[in-house]
Nanobody, 122 residues
Framework: VQLQASGGGLVQTGDSLRLSCAAS????????MAWFRQSPGKAREFVGA????????YYADSVKGRFTISRYKSENMVYLQMDSLKPEDTAVYYC????????????????WGQGTQVTVSS
């Protein structure tokens, strides 16, 4: 599976941004698609995930109610809609695909995109 993330940028506090993740290379049946983020000096952090088959979503507490994950099977696309952005959301965002035992653990995701920078100014 090849993953291509895009859509990052520089925004202000309270703004919205939508990240995209284009998947190719194989069928994603039974996969979970996830977003992680990493800030300088910090560990990679789970943001949210969605099951490809049923569209079941999972979110980190820090983004629940502000971020929304969706997937479009026909386009092999996954999106992360980020609303009410805060400076602490500043990070490089990565999309990932896999069949994790633990949804929130990066170790369970085999395939990773290259990351896209999101910067939220105060």
């Amino acid at each position: 599976v090849q993953l291509q993330a895009s859509g990052g940028g520089l925004v202000q506090t309270g703004d919205s941004l939508r990240l995209s993740c284009a998947a190719s290379g194989r069928t994603l049946t039974n996969y979970k698609m996830a977003w992680f983020r990493q800030s300088p000096g910090k560990a990679r952090e789970f943001v949210g995930a969605i099951t490809w088959n049923l569209g079941t979503t999972y979110y980190a507490d820090s983004v629940k109610g502000r971020f929304t994950i969706s997937r479009y099977k026909s386009e092999n696309m996954v999106y992360l809609q980020m609303d009410s952005l805060k400076p602490e959301d500043t990070a490089v965002y990565y999309c990932a695909a896999g069949v994790p035992v633990t949804t929130t653990s990066s170790a369970g995701y085999r395939y990773w995109g290259q990351g896209t920078q999101v910067t939220v100014s105060s």
